[in-house]
């Protein structure tokens, strides 16, 4: 998201153990294994989303009201796209990213050299996830030429690069440096052709700034020009800065402060910065301009050599756009540049700043393209660059060729809540009673397992499309298994790699003469098929056999960077208690697989793992045992969470008592960014309230607490995942009206149930939820829906669902017009977004006014009388005081949504000059 790199600075300053799943001292942010960490039985690759949150793409639920949730058709931001309105010039989308291991959301802009190739950097992917400096060449194709590790170096936010006559390429990134992520102020790098990294300097977030959030520009002498969005003055709201390089070789880069920003007219947290033949620097802030601070829509600045600051325009955050990024100026002195949010679909837009035909006159802004955030991208986070002929490049964050779900894209710009129940299972063909959740493609495609049904009713991995916005979602199965020696009775979702194969554990089958004639359980391997609409093809990739390689792997799998795949039987091992175990391919071509045995638990160590296991970037294993831990329960006890460090020497967590901190964990653990787990209990809790379970932290030292104690029947068997606001989202078997419900948990412990289930739309959802960019949640319930069950009776074959907010969010929510001078006038714009997927009617927009004469209130435009589906806009309130004193009103913005009337407090004052 743009502007999260400032929104993470300042909250991390403020508490650095913040309980926001974006930022922090990142440990999540490590290998490939960590990035697939959400549900228990793994993650996806670049290409699917099951868990974006406090990894990977940020799952996106900001300013959404708890209440606003509605039972309606499906999303298909791709259609909204579709029918957005024309641009004024062609896009042409040159290259779609994916992430690992070759980077993905691209939110810098590129460099172009004399080949065509384009140079940047990408915000995650890479051999740690902690972004990537790459190469596109003319036809396409990426390579990844240097992978951040998030420290020293560098990569949390990196922001694009630039190449000089030897082949070297400079940038910057926004954390690391002298702390891990995002508690480090950044610093500036240089990359060789050999791709060995050198910092150059290093932020410390004080006088001289930090947190840069663009790039650098060069000079014919070497001098580098930046700017740093934090740190200087005393509103902390950025810097221009000049790095001049050491007069002998191995010597140490200096920097000068050439300009302080205050935070008001002349804008805040800049962008980057160009520069003229005569030595003026050009550039951008986020924010300031028309409103102090965070209420403005951003400035366009020219600074001279004398250090002055001259604002040549102020966004007004409506159709000219919203959050402009860094600028390029062509040879007759006009500006090019894009914006984050705003235009007609508030997407983000290209535009064009002309300077003024006589000096002292006012510079004219053109929008040349507008973003819809569907398959031509959308939220651009970077500037421009131009070609000899005026052809623009650059970057979105989202969009491609899966829509809002994409991972950005290159384009070039020439000069010409809501419930649905997607998929209702018809049992036996097409697989009944989905035990686990579901994956995402970029193309917005779900993946799943259900545990019965297909075939041989032993069980199907399914793929559900859904073709348009309120349409039903159309299933294929890809595979029904037999319950022979390709496994059966599947209970765990799936994870995918960079190709699109599925992996995944099937519960039973597999070497029949184990636990005759059951089997064991398999690891399995589904490959796409060669050929549009031809067969995936399953591969066993190991059989267990019981004892000591484990039996019953109920859970899914992760995989690393090496692609080893790692999880957990609830049986088996040497004592009969249940295994962790790795599964590494083989050296050659259609070799085997060989399977280690990590650990096996022996009861006080815990006992029947049901769920998976996460990973840390140290390649320390962490996971949950249904029972053991050594107190209470019986013989083993009421659970465990536990540690496996590399070595495979284990540590029991927290041995739960069954008493306030719950019991019997069936769902599995996420980590937030300072290395804290958070997990649920199944049962357990306070007696009082019939024990239904408890959500609970454990911190990086080791300290657990418990977050929130369920007060119905509970009985939580998901794993959790975040939003990027550090909000909680599960499921509960038994909650809301006894059937099951969704859950959030905000950061202070306070509980809102999104939606209970009633039957017909499905019961019973144990897997937990996956969220998308747009706040959409997914998951399946293991019965319920329309039809009849495996027995023709009426317990259902379950539902895939969707959940989706309804009622618009403003931004800001309040406003703060300050000390206005008589006479003068003074403009706050309000963004007004439809977070539904049904459009939304606008009633009148009135002002309440509590002290003051209304009369000073008044509105320069308004929203129209519908915003569509995913759609925003703007409304301008104007305070031009005629009396001194404090004013305060209230604006009052009637929807056809719940939650209407949206108020917004108001506060002003107008004073004598």
Same mark, same amino acid.
């Given at each position: 998201?743009?502007?999260l ?16 799943? @974006?930022y ?8 490939a ?33 708890p ?40 939110d810098?802009g590129?460099?172009r050299?004399a ?14 996830? /902690?972004?990537?400096? &790459? ?17 020293a ?58 947190y ?19 740190g ?40 980057? %910065? ?22 403005? @829509?951003?400035?366009?600045?020219? $600074? ?7 604002? $040549? ?13 860094a ?11 894009? =914006?984050?949010v ?17 000096p ?8 040349l ?8 991208g ?38 010409? /809540?809501q ?36 075939a ?20 294929t ?20 790699d960079?190709?699109?194969?599925? &992996? ?8 029949l ?6 089997g !064991? ?34 859970a ?6 090496a ?17 962790v ?6 050296a ?12 096996s638990?022996s ?24 029972e ?21 020497n ?17 769902g599995g653990?996420?980590f ?14 306070p ?18 607490? %418990? ?22 989202y599960? =499921? ?23 939606y ?19 706040g ?34 403003v931004?800001p ?16 714009v ?26 000073q209130?008044?509105?320069e435009?308004? !929203? ?8 925003? !806009? ?40």
């Amino acid at each position: 998201m743009k502007n999260l790199k400032t929104q993470l600075a300042a909250l991390l300053l403020s508490t650095l153990c913040s309980f926001t799943g @974006a930022y922090g001292q990142v440990i999540p942010r490590g290998d490939a294994a960590t990035l697939r960490q959400g549900r228990p039985n793994g993650a996806p690759n670049p290409a699917f989303s099951a868990n974006a949150g406090a990894q990977g793409k940020p799952f996106n639920r900001l300013n959404r009201p708890p209440y606003a949730w509605q039972k309606t058709g499906n999303t298909d931001r791709s259609a909204i796209a579709a029918s957005a309105a024309q641009s004024l010039d062609q896009e042409i989308v040159l290259h779609s990213f994916g992430t690992m291991p070759n980077g993905g959301l691209p939110d810098s802009g590129v460099f172009r050299d004399a080949d065509g190739n384009l140079y940047g950097t990408t915000f995650g992917g890479g051999s740690s996830n /902690s972004g990537v400096v &790459y190469r596109v060449n003319a036809s396409g194709k990426e390579t990844a030429l240097y992978s951040f590790t998030g420290g020293a170096d560098g990569g949390a936010f990196t922001n694009g690069v630039i190449r000089d006559g030897d082949g070297n390429l400079y940038g910057t990134t926004y954390g690391g440096g002298s702390a891990v992520g995002f508690a480090g102020a950044g610093v500036v790098f240089m990359v060789d052709k050999a791709g060995q990294e050198t910092v150059l300097y290093t932020f410390t977030g004080g006088a001289e700034g930090g947190y840069p959030v663009a790039g650098v520009i060069r000079d014919g002498a070497g001098n580098l020009y930046g700017t740093a969005s934090g740190g200087g003055g005393a509103s902390g709201t950025g810097v221009v800065f000049k790095l001049v390089p050491p007069a002998q070789p191995g010597g140490v880069w200096t920097e000068t402060v050439l300009y302080t920003f205050t935070g008001g007219a002349d804008g805040g947290d800049p962008n980057g %910065v160009i520069r003229d033949a005569a030595g003026n620097l050009y550039g951008t802030t986020q924010y300031g301009g028309s409103g102090v601070g965070y209420a403005g @829509a951003g400035v366009v600045f020219k $600074l001279d050599l004398a250090g002055q600051e001259t604002v $040549l325009y102020t966004f007004t955050g409506g159709a000219d756009g919203w959050d402009p990024n860094a600028v390029i100026r062509d040879a007759a002195g006009n500006l090019y540049g894009t =914006t984050y949010v705003g235009g007609t679909s508030g997407a983000g837009v290209v535009f064009k700043l002309a300077p003024p035909p006589q000096p002292g006159g006012a510079w004219t802004e053109t929008v040349l393209y507008n973003f819809t955030g569907g398959t031509d991208g959308g939220y651009p986070q970077a500037g421009l660059i131009a070609d000899a002929v005026g052809n623009l490049y650059g970057t979105t964050d989202d969009g491609g060729p899966g829509g809002a779900s994409g991972y950005g894209v290159v384009f070039k710009v020439d000069t010409a /809540s809501q419930y649905s129940a997607v998929y209702t299972f018809l049992p036996p063909l097409d697989g009944a009673n989905p035990e686990a959740g579901v994956i995402r493609d970029a193309a917005g495609n779900l993946y799943g397992t259900a545990s019965s049904g297909g075939a041989g009713n032993a069980g199907v991995v399914y793929k559900v499309h859904v073709t348009g916005q309120g349409t039903k979602g159309q299933e294929t199965v890809l595979y029904a298994f037999t319950g022979g020696a390709d496994g059966g009775y599947p209970q765990a979702g799936l994870i995918a790699d960079a190709v699109g194969n599925l &992996y995944g554990t099937a519960e039973e089958g597999g070497d029949l003469s184990c636990n005759a004639p059951y089997g !064991c359980g398999v690891v399995f391997k589904l490959a796409p098929p060669a050929q549009p609409g031809g067969a995936w093809t399953e591969t066993v990739l190991y059989n267990f056999t019981g004892a000591p390689d484990g039996a019953y792997p109920i859970a899914g799998v992760i995989m690393d960077s090496a692609g080893n795949l790692y999880g957990t039987t609830i049986n088996g091992g040497t004592s009969g208690a249940g295994a962790v175990f790795k599964l590494a391919p083989p050296a050659q071509p259609d070799g085997a697989w060989t399977e280690a045995v990590l650990y096996s638990f022996s009861g006080p160590d815990g006992a029947y793992p049901r769920s998976g296991v996460i990973m840390d970037s140290a390649n320390n294993i962490y996971g949950t045992t249904f029972e053991g831990g050594g107190s209470g329960c019986g013989v083993y006890g009421c659970g465990a969470v536990y540690k496996l460090d590399p070595s495979g020497n284990e540590t029991v967590l927290h041995g739960f008592t069954f008493g306030v901190d719950g019991g019997f964990p069936i769902g599995g653990l996420i980590f937030d960014s300072a290395g804290s787990l958070y997990g649920t209990t199944w049962s357990g809790g306070p007696p009082s309230l019939d024990y239904p379970g408890v959500v609970y932290k454990i911190d990086s030292s080791g300290n657990f607490s %418990v977050l929130y104690t369920f007060t119905d029947f509970g009985g939580s068997a998901s794993t959790l995942i975040f939003d990027s606001q550090g909000n909680l989202y599960g =499921t509960t078997q038994y909650g809301g009206q006894g059937l099951g419900d969704v859950f959030e948990l905000d950061p202070t412990g306070h509980q809102t149930v999104l939606y209970s289930f009633t039957f017909a739309d499905g019961y019973e959802p144990v897997a937990g939820v996956i969220g998308d960019e747009a706040g959409h949640l997914y998951g399946t319930t293991l019965y319920g829906g329309t039809s009849a069950d495996l027995y023709g009776g009426t317990s259902g074959g379950g539902v895939l669902f969707m959940l989706a907010p309804v009622a618009p969010s403003v931004s800001p929510t309040s406003l703060s017009f300050g000390n206005v001078g008589l006479g003068y006038r003074a403009k706050k714009v309000v963004t007004l977004q439809n977070q539904g997927i049904d459009p939304v009617e606008i009633g009148p927009i009135t002002f309440t006014v509590t002290t003051g004469d209304a009369s000073q209130f008044s509105l320069e435009h308004v !929203c129209p009388a519908s915003i569509g589906a995913g759609k925003s !806009c703007t409304i301008a309130v104007i305070f031009t005081p005629d009396a001194a004193g404090a004013d305060a009103a209230t604006l009052n913005i009637v929807t056809s949504a719940p939650g209407s009337p949206i108020e917004i407090p108001i506060i002003a004052a107008g004073i004598k000059q």
